[in-house]
């Protein structure tokens, strides 16, 4: 598959008024993420993180700065345009699941593809095919409740993809899993956002997740401090951490 720039942000900043002054959350961050690469973005709590997430998911609107998804600027959009984005090009999922409690696993996954107005047959037949490689083919007709909390988070990686997004996100997917369910969890997720050609960002504070991916990218101070990529220099920053 073809690699090109699936996001790009320009010298992003947030600045917040606090009792002391101005504070910028995200201060003058520039990155790029291609199709197919999957990008861990880690740092201490009340690195910028997490507000560098939600700007990326148009949640949020940065102070100043450009944000690029498929080469289309996002920042002066009008608020339907950026809701459209949102459900068209972007995928989430959240350490929380945000799962509709009375909607089965099938369900809650057609649940983007009918926001979308997408929901037919071909839809209808992926989503199915999507929770089976997943490993949740005889939970598909399961609610939330009866399901683990790592099988929920398979419907959540399932939710994020099946409407083709341009760019998924994932904030602390793993937080609330054992280990062995973590690494389980996010290395489906790496594998599907390589063979699918997505771009992935996942925010983890457990940096042994970060053997999945392709790059880490480390913030500190709402600055973008430290970039590792290949395998042998993500473990060696991975091994470093542990002592």
Same mark, same amino acid.
């Given at each position: 598959?073809?690699?090109?720039?699936?996001?790009?942000?320009?010298?992003?900043?947030?600045?917040?008024?606090?009792?002391?002054?101005?504070?910028?959350?995200? !201060?003058?961050?520039?990155?790029?993420?291609?199709?197919?690469?999957?990008?861990?973005?880690?740092?201490?709590?009340?690195?910028?993180?997490?507000? $560098?997430?939600?700007?990326?998911?148009?949640? =949020?609107k940065q102070t100043s700065g450009q944000i690029l998804l498929d080469g289309v600027e996002?920042? !002066? $959009?009008?608020?339907?345009?950026?809701?459209?984005?949102?459900?068209?090009?972007?995928?989430?999922?959240?350490?929380?699941? +945000? $799962?509709?409690?009375?909607?089965?696993?099938?369900?809650?996954?057609?649940?983007?593809?009918?926001?979308? +107005?997408? =929901?037919?047959?071909?839809?209808?037949?992926?989503?199915?095919?999507?929770?089976?490689?997943?490993?949740?083919?005889?939970? $598909?007709?399961?609610?939330?409740? &009866?399901?683990?909390?790592?099988? &929920?988070?398979?419907?959540?990686?399932?939710?994020?993809?099946?409407? +083709?997004?341009?760019?998924?996100?994932? !904030?602390?997917?793993?937080?609330?899993?054992?280990?062995?369910?973590?690494?389980?969890?996010?290395?489906?997720?790496?594998?599907?956002?390589?063979?699918?050609?997505?771009?992935?960002?996942?925010?983890?504070?457990?940096l042994r997740m970060c053997e999945y991916v392709d790059r880490v990218l480390q913030m &500190? !101070?709402?600055?973008?401090?430290?970039?590792?990529?290949?395998?042998?220099?993500?473990?060696?920053?991975?091994n470093g951490t542990r002592h």
């Amino acid at each position: 598959m073809t690699s090109t720039i699936a996001l790009e942000t320009r010298n992003i900043i947030k600045t917040y008024q606090s009792d002391s002054g101005l504070i910028n959350a995200v !201060d003058d961050v520039s990155i790029q993420v291609r199709s197919g690469e999957f990008v861990a973005l880690v740092g201490p709590s009340g690195s910028g993180k997490t507000t $560098m997430l939600s700007i990326l998911a148009a949640l =949020l609107k940065q102070t100043s700065g450009q944000i690029l998804l498929d080469g289309v600027e996002l920042s !002066d $959009m009008p608020e339907s345009e950026r809701v459209k984005i949102r459900r068209e090009k972007i995928g989430f999922t959240f350490q929380s699941n +945000n $799962m509709v409690p009375f909607l089965s696993a099938l369900e809650n996954v057609e649940l983007m593809l009918r926001l979308n +107005n997408r =929901l037919d047959k071909v839809g209808k037949l992926r989503a199915q095919e999507l929770l089976a490689r997943l490993g949740l083919a005889e939970r $598909m007709h399961n609610l939330p409740g &009866q399901m683990s909390g790592g099988q &929920q988070q398979r419907v959540a990686i399932a939710r994020a993809l099946i409407h +083709n997004p341009s760019l998924v996100l994932a !904030d602390e997917p793993t937080a609330s899993l054992d280990t062995e369910r973590a690494f389980q969890v996010v290395e489906t997720f790496a594998n599907l956002i390589h063979e699918q050609n997505r771009a992935g960002i996942i925010v983890t504070h457990d940096l042994r997740m970060c053997e999945y991916v392709d790059r880490v990218l480390q913030m &500190q !101070d709402g600055k973008l401090v430290k970039e590792y990529t290949g395998k042998s220099e993500i473990l060696e920053f991975i091994n470093g951490t542990r002592h």
